[in-house]
């Protein structure tokens, strides 16, 4: 397992950050979200690549249940394709109309990612795009301190390359 870096910034392309709120838009009024891949930097989670919501998926108002087996699929593609240098970092979903701020269930998912041996992701980060009046602002989020049990989860720098 890698060892849990403190992360304070989240780096997504244009391209991605345009990506992503084009599924935004694409499943609006409903939740939709994904998973994350790339790689750890210093203090920093550059996110490269990002994996849909799959097929299977089942979107709400307010909840987004993942195709687990296809994300898992794409995920396991990207490393391989990459030679293990893409890797899982957490996961991104929307708050249609809801506040830029995790829920309790985001929390806990990100506790239970964190602590899961299968997903390799100590510290694991979390984008969440929540609708202000037309537009969606990207948010990202880490644990405060990955090293410590039930530590909070804190808001980082959400940065654009």
Same mark, same amino acid.
């Given at each position: 397992? $890698?060892t849990?870096? +403190? /992360?304070?910034?989240? *780096? +997504?392309? $244009? =391209? /991605?950050?345009c990506?992503?709120?084009? #599924?935004?838009? !694409? &499943?609006f009024? #409903? %939740?939709?979200?994904?998973?994350l891949?790339? &790689?750890?930097?210093? !203090?920093?989670?550059?996110?490269t ?19 687990h087996? &296809?994300? =898992? %699929?794409q ?12 890797? &899982?970092?957490?996961? *991104?979903? =929307?708050? @249609?109309?809801?506040?830029? /701020?995790?829920?309790?269930?985001? /929390?806990?998912?990100?506790? =239970? ?8 992701? @100590?510290?694991?980060a979390?984008? #969440? ?6 537009? *969606? ?8 301190? @990955?090293r %410590? @049990?039930?530590? !909070?989860?804190?808001?980082?720098? +959400?940065q654009?390359?």
């Amino acid at each position: 397992m $890698r060892t849990a870096p +403190i /992360i304070n910034s989240v *780096w +997504i392309s $244009r =391209t /991605i950050g345009c990506k992503l709120k084009e #599924l935004a838009d !694409e &499943y609006f009024p #409903l %939740e939709v979200g994904g998973i994350l891949a790339g &790689y750890l930097s210093n !203090e920093s989670a550059v996110v490269t690549e990002i994996v849909g919501p799959g097929p299977q998926a089942q979107h709400h108002r307010e909840t987004f249940l993942p195709d687990h087996s &296809y994300q =898992t %699929e794409q995920m396991h593609r990207i490393f391989l394709e990459s030679k293990g240098g893409t890797v &899982y970092l957490g996961d *991104w979903h =929307t708050h @249609p109309q809801g506040p830029p /701020i995790l829920s309790p269930l985001d /929390i806990r998912t990100m506790r =239970t990612i964190a602590e899961s041996p299968e997903a390799r992701c @100590p510290s694991p980060a979390m984008i #969440l795009l929540a609708q202000a009046k037309t537009e *969606w602002m990207i948010h990202a989020f880490c644990l405060a301190n @990955p090293r %410590e @049990p039930l530590t !909070e989860v804190r808001a980082v720098r +959400i940065q654009l390359f």
